[in-house]
Nanobody, 123 residues
Framework: QVQLVESGGGLVQPGGSLRLSCAAS????????MGWYRQAPGKERELVAA???????DYTDSVQGRFIISRDGAKNTVYLQMNSLKPEDTAVYYC?????????????????WGQGIQVTVSS
């Protein structure tokens, strides 16, 4: 199995910053996509930011210019730097990692989710 451990959430005032981290561990052979999703109360989970193995990134319109996704390949870790936070950014944030791993003697794909971490933006 591939496990993801998230950290860095919490309470921050509007205009503040937070940095989320998500570290993947297990029998990982390679990682393709890494991303961050969020789910606010009463709303569906949405993609916030994504990073591909080629280095391309993608952001939902509401965070463009404020959030930055980055990854450390050596540590199998993805980060989300969140700046100029707004109350509407309040949500549970989930990281998602897709790639390939060893399953016994065979290669297998994986699609793993973090446990979710609360981000609250409030004065």
């Amino acid at each position: 199995q591939v496990q993801l451990v998230e950290s860095g959430g919490g309470l921050v005032q509007p205009g503040g910053s937070l940095r989320l981290s998500c570290a993947a561990s297990g029998s990982i052979v390679g990682i393709n996509a890494m991303g961050w999703y969020r789910q606010a109360p009463g709303k569906e989970r949405e993609l916030v930011a994504a990073s591909s193995s080629s280095g391309s990134t993608d952001y939902t319109d509401s965070v463009q210019g404020r959030f930055i996704i980055s990854r450390d390949g050596a540590k199998n870790t993805v980060y989300l730097q969140m700046n100029s936070l707004k109350p509407e950014d309040t949500a549970v944030y989930y990281c998602n990692v897709r790639g390939s791993r060893w399953y016994g003697p065979n290669l297998s794909s994986f699609n793993s989710w973090g446990q979710g971490i609360q981000v609250t933006v409030s004065s």
